[in-house]
C-alpha cells in the first residue's frame, strides 16, 4: 500500500491570452499550492478501480474520465505494463470542480502512488511530461511550492517566495465547468469590445510586483497583486460569488479573488489567527457552504505512507 498526500492550488495571478487556433489560451498562471489537499491510496487490485470518501465523494467520477484512472494508465503504457494492476482510493478534501485543481491534484498522486507500488522508479522529469499528458494543471500538483506557468500552464518555473502566507477558502454549493468559464471570458471580452482571439489580447505575463511581494514574504503587498482574468466570467456565470467576495473582504481579508475557474474564493489574510477568525466569519455570512483556513505554499505530491 501506498498513500500520497497532494496539495491543492490558487492561482495567485492568472493572465489570460486570446484564444489560440488550437482552441486553448495562453497563460501567465502563478501557482501557488497550499496546505488543503486531498490523499490518494494504491493498492494491489486486478485492473484499475477506483473508490472515494470526503464531503464531495458523490461528485466524484469512478469511472475512467477520472484523471487519477487515466494516470495510472497512462503510468502502466509508458513501461509497457500490459495488465496494470491497481485500486485508488481517494480521500477528497480538495472542492470538486472548485478551481483548486482537485482532480489534477488526485492525477498527479495516482502518478507517483502507482510509480511506487510498482516500483517503477521513474525520473521525476519523466513523470512531469506524463502530467502534462493528462492536463494543464498535473505538473504543478507535482511539483508544489509556486511557480509560474506557461504555455496552457504546463511549462512550469519553480519562483522564489520567503514565508509563509495564510489563506482562507470559501466553498461555494455545485462547482463550474473551466470551459464554460473560458467561454464566458471570451465572450465577455467580445462583448467590450476587446476581442477574443489571440491576434487580439496581448500574451499576459507574471506581474513584478507580484513576483516580489512573493521573494519578499509580504502578504500586504502581495494583496495588492492578486488578479485572475476569469474572475469576471466566473461571477457572471454564478453572480453569488460576489456576495461571497464582499463578505470576506468585510470580514477582514487582505485581498479576495476567485480560484482559478471558480466557484471556490480564495482571501488572503495576514497572519493565522486572522485566517481562523475570517473562516469563522465566512460560515456564518451564509454566502458559501464553507469555508478553511489553511497556509502555504506547501510541497507537491509526496508519500507519506508505505506498508507491505
Known amino acids: 500500500m501506498v498513500t500520497v498526500r497532494v496539495p491543492a492550488k490558487v492561482n495567485v495571478q492568472l493572465g489570460v491570452g486570446g484564444v489560440r487556433p488550437d482552441g486553448y489560451h495562453d497563460l501567465a498562471n502563478v501557482f501557488f499550492a497550499v496546505a488543503l489537499g486531498d490523499q490518494v491510496t494504491a493498492t494491489p487490485g486486478p485492473g484499475v478501480t477506483l473508490s472515494c470518501s470526503g464531503p464531495d465523494a458523490d461528485a466524484v467520477p469512478l469511472d ?20 496494470p494492476g ?24 495516482a502518478l507517483l502512488a502507482c510509480d511506487a507500488l510498482w516500483g517503477l522508479d521513474t525520473p521525476f522529469a519523466t513523470l512531469l511530461d506524463l502530467a502534462a499528458d493528462l492536463g494543464s494543471d498535473v505538473p504543478f500538483a507535482l511539483l508544489g511550492g509556486v511557480a509560474l506557468g506557461r504555455g496552457r500552464g504546463e511549462l512550469l518555473e519553480p519562483l522564489p517566495v520567503s514565508g509563509t502566507f495564510h489563506w482562507v477558502f470559501a466553498v461555494a454549493d455545485g462547482g463550474l465547468s473551466t470551459p464554460a468559464v473560458y467561454r464566458e471570458c471570451d465572450r465577455l471580452r467580445e462583448e467590450a469590445g476587446l476581442g477574443s482571439s489571440a491576434a487580439d489580447i496581448p500574451d499576459p505575463d507574471a506581474d513584478p510586483a507580484l513576483l516580489a511581494a512573493l521573494a519578499d514574504g509580504d502578504p500586504v503587498a ?3 497583486a492578486l488578479a485572475n482574468d476569469l474572475q469576471a466570467a466566473a461571477v457572471s456565470l454564478r453572480p453569488a460569488l460576489a456576495d461571497t467576495l464582499h463578505a470576506g473582504t468585510e470580514a477582514g481579508a487582505l485581498a479576495a479573488l476567485v480560484s482559478g475557474s471558480g466557484p471556490t474564493c480564495a482571501f488572503l489574510a495576514k497572519d493565522a489567527d486572522a485566517a481562523a477568525q475570517l473562516a469563522a466569519a465566512l460560515r456564518a455570512s451564509g454566502t458559501c457552504r464553507t469555508a478553511h483556513a489553511t497556509h502555504g505554499p506547501v510541497p507537491g505530491a509526496q508519500v507519506v505512507h508505505t506498508s507491505a
Open 64 to 83: 475512467d474520465s477520472n484523471l487519477a484512472a487515466r494516470a495510472a494508465r497512462l503510468l502502466a503504457a509508458h513501461h509497457g505494463l500490459a495488465d
Open 86 to 109: 491497481v485500486h485508488l482510493h481517494i480521500d477528497k478534501a480538495i472542492p470538486v470542480a472548485g478551481g483548486m485543481a482537485g482532480g489534477s491534484a488526485d492525477g498527479a498522486a
Open 222 to 224: 502581495l494583496a495588492a
